[in-house]
């Protein structure tokens, strides 16, 4: 394996004794009506990148890169063995952005498809960090050189790295909502009872925050637009939060806001995509613990294009709605909107052979108030966060 600065020095020979390589895919023009959509989370830069040509055979329109899109916080050890540590300055975080894209089916799959991205915690810089990470700043423009952030775009200017982008026309607008989980969160809680799954404990103070003030300010005006369908893109689950690892269910409250957000908008169409679990799975809320959203909320998790993870351990999820696998995986969104019956939206989770792990068809009119009654199902979901929990 090469460490990474005998690999600035392969590409260092590339760029001096080479034609430039292709430019990025330009983002489809704004009325372009949007049917197909790739989406993954969990890259290892040092590992064989081989899915892409997969995912460009799908012929996506946009790939949605939702977090730990490299690992900046794993290095070589003396054995050339990467492992967990903590980047020293920016130079070291650029360093795994430099050893993706010197991947040959990388640049071919960046020329192709149109890239749209957030970060999680390894590319952001540190393992489950959140606004204590004293290299956000560098990373955040790292994050933005990577995906060919014009110098002169808003995203540059403000604080993290959310944003949102529409397409299409009238009656099949989609509107993709990436959400930063990390610039503004406050630091997790250990939990303290050793028997309890994860790593983590609620916060239930009620200041305490994962989106800040100026980013949910943000996303309420956003939600407010015109939109069919809207993808919100979250780096952490939205709505599992049983297993004890990262998720909005950390702070009760906040996912609860959220929900709440969506609710007073009125917004239609709200489906969640999301990484970070190593796993792919469906889970679905229909109104429990007083979600006040009047139709179901899906959250689509792909997770680990090329990290799955290795312990197969079934975690607690009351919302999941079938199996939860841990292979390697990517999301597509196909959306089909001359379906018979109305616009439908499928998700697909495929693997590295290009094999269907999974499949959830849901059709656009019932991401709608007039078609689902807000019944909790028999199961009582006793415990689930945000029942109680103040809005702020």
Known sequence: MLHRFELHCFILAAVLGSVDAAPPAALPPADTELTTIA?????????PQSFWPIIADADPQLCLLIGDNVYA???????GRMVAMEPRNAAEIREAYDELESSEQWKTFRSTVPILATWDDHDYGLNDAGREWHLKEESKEILLDFVDEPADSSRRAREGVHHSWTFGPDGRR???ILLDTRWFRDPLLPKINDQAPGRYRQNSD???TILGTDQWKWLEKTLNEP???????????VVPWEHGWECWGNFPHERRRLFDAIARSKAEGVVFISGDRHLVEVSCTRGEDGIPVPYPLWDFTSSGLNEPQSVRVTEPNLFRTGPSLREANFGLLRIDWEAPTGPVVTFEARDDEDRILMAQAVELSSLRPS????????EARDGVPGADARDR
Not at 371 to 378: E, M, N, R, T
């Open 39 to 47: 989406f993954g989370s969990c890259n290892r830069e040092d590992r």
């Open 73 to 79: 916080d794993s290095r070589p050890n003396e054995q």
């Open 174 to 176: 989609v509107q993709v």
């Open 206 to 208: 009620p200041e305490s």
């Open 227 to 237: 939109a069919d369908l809207r993808i919100i893109g979250s780096s952490v689950q």
């Open 371 to 378: 078609v689902h009654a807000v019944d909790p199902p028999p």
